[in-house]
């Protein structure tokens, strides 16, 4: 996978295009990159449900949860699947509606400034290798596009909704994560 600067879009993943998007503000940098997690119905996995809710084709009557989810107008800029595919939604160059009601080091509206990465997991599912494989390659792209984006500037949901989310939840190894990111930090 290979991304696009130009185009805010990777080569190599599967593009399935969000409506639910819009322009960042005028000037605005990229500079914090969220790290979340989603499955649908909640710990089932593999349903392609989540890639029909980021296009606001999910089916409410196909189970009780979608119900109270449907109405929602979501998505992010791209979702890792357990497997280690990648599927996009929206460009990154593109404000994706991933962080809802957020703050990061002083400031609101995090889908502003940010770009949000999907896990297909739950809070206390251990995530898959596969998972962390694809995660570091995307993310060593993505902090390579916004070198703002360091080590201090990847974030998880629950960090910039505390309170209010809990994702990538405690199954998620932020040291890992970290680890495989450090010889490229050291040598950025």
């Known amino acids: 996978m290979q991304l696009n600067r130009e185009t805010g879009w990777f080569a190599g993943v599967t593009h399935c295009p969000s409506p639910n998007f819009n322009a960042r503000p005028e000037g605005e940098g990229i500079s914090l990159l969220v790290i979340h997690n989603i499955s649908l119905p909640p710990a089932c996995f593999g349903t392609g449900k989540v890639q029909a809710f980021?296009?606001?084709?999910?089916?409410?009557?196909?189970?009780?949860?979608?119900?109270?989810?449907?109405?929602?107008?979501?998505?992010?800029?791209?979702?890792?699947?357990?497997?280690?595919?990648?599927?996009?939604?929206?460009?990154?160059?593109?404000?994706?509606?991933h962080a809802g009601v957020s703050r990061f080091d002083g400031r609101e509206g995090c889908n502003d400034f940010s770009i949000g990465i999907e896990l297909e997991g739950t809070d206390e599912?251990?995530?898959?290798?596969?998972?962390?494989?694809?995660?570091?390659?995307?993310?060593?792209?993505?902090?390579?596009?916004?070198p703002a984006i360091d080590?201090?500037?990847?974030?998880?949901?629950?960090?910039?909704?505390?309170?209010?989310?809990?994702?990538?939840?405690?199954?998620?190894?932020?040291?890992?994560?970290?680890?495989?990111?450090?010889?490229?930090?050291?040598?950025?």
């Open 54 to 97: 980021f296009r606001n084709a999910l089916d409410p009557d196909e189970h009780p949860y979608f119900q109270g989810i449907v109405h929602l107008t979501v998505s992010a800029h791209l979702f890792v699947e357990r497997d280690g595919a990648v599927t996009q939604f929206v460009s990154c160059l593109d404000r994706a509606w």
């Open 125 to 146: 599912l251990p995530y898959t290798h596969a998972q962390y494989a694809a995660l570091e390659q995307l993310t060593r792209q993505i902090q390579a596009a916004w």
């Open 151 to 188: 080590a201090r500037r990847i974030r998880g949901h629950s960090d910039i909704a505390p309170g209010r989310k809990t994702d990538p939840g405690p199954a998620f190894d932020w040291q890992r994560y970290r680890a495989s990111l450090q010889d490229f930090e050291d040598n950025a």
